[in-house]
């Protein structure tokens, strides 16, 4: 599949830490942006821009994140995430994003994507659909995953 994406291409989004994307469990006055939300966002900035490239019966998944969360980001704050392209290698795409508030860099990060195309996608969840119905029905003639 050929995208018209290349290493170094780069792109930034911006948005506002809104209390849902806040950490709760310190207390109202400790509130900052989670990690897991930062890692949600730039997930989300590198599939949007992805798309971009994509014809219309593709898309593409996550598959590995590494977040180094560096600093607190306080609730309604603005972030900019600022991503590169820093390989194409077939369906697979790596990116490095950056997460700046309105101060410091708080998050860098890599995140791989691959390109699958939507109608093989649903034949592979109907499959493994398929296959987890008749579990289901007959639990006794499958195993556990492994611990």
């Keep these: 599949m050929q995208i018209s994406l290349a290493p170094g291409s780069e792109y930034r989004a911006r948005l506002v830490v809104g209390k849902e994307r806040t950490i ?26 992805l798309q971009q490239h994509l014809p219309n019966d593709s898309s593409s998944v996550g598959a ?22 820093i390989a194409v290698d077939g369906r697979r795409v790596s990116f490095e994003a950056e997460v700046r508030d309105s101060f410091d860099v708080v998050g860098k990060a890599k995140h791989v994507r691959f390109i699958v195309n939507l109608a093989k996608q649903k034949e592979r969840l109907e499959s493994k659909a398929a296959r987890f119905a008749d579990q289901l029905r007959n639990p006794a003639t499958h195993q556990e995953p492994p611990t």
């Design 24 to 49: 709760d469990f310190m207390g109202e006055a400790l509130r900052v942006y989670s990690t897991p939300s930062m890692i949600l966002d730039v997930e989300d900035v590198c599939k949007d821009f």
């Design 64 to 85: 590995h994140v590494e977040m180094d969360h560096l600093g607190p980001t306080l609730a309604g704050m603005p972030i900019e995430i600022a991503i590169t392209v």
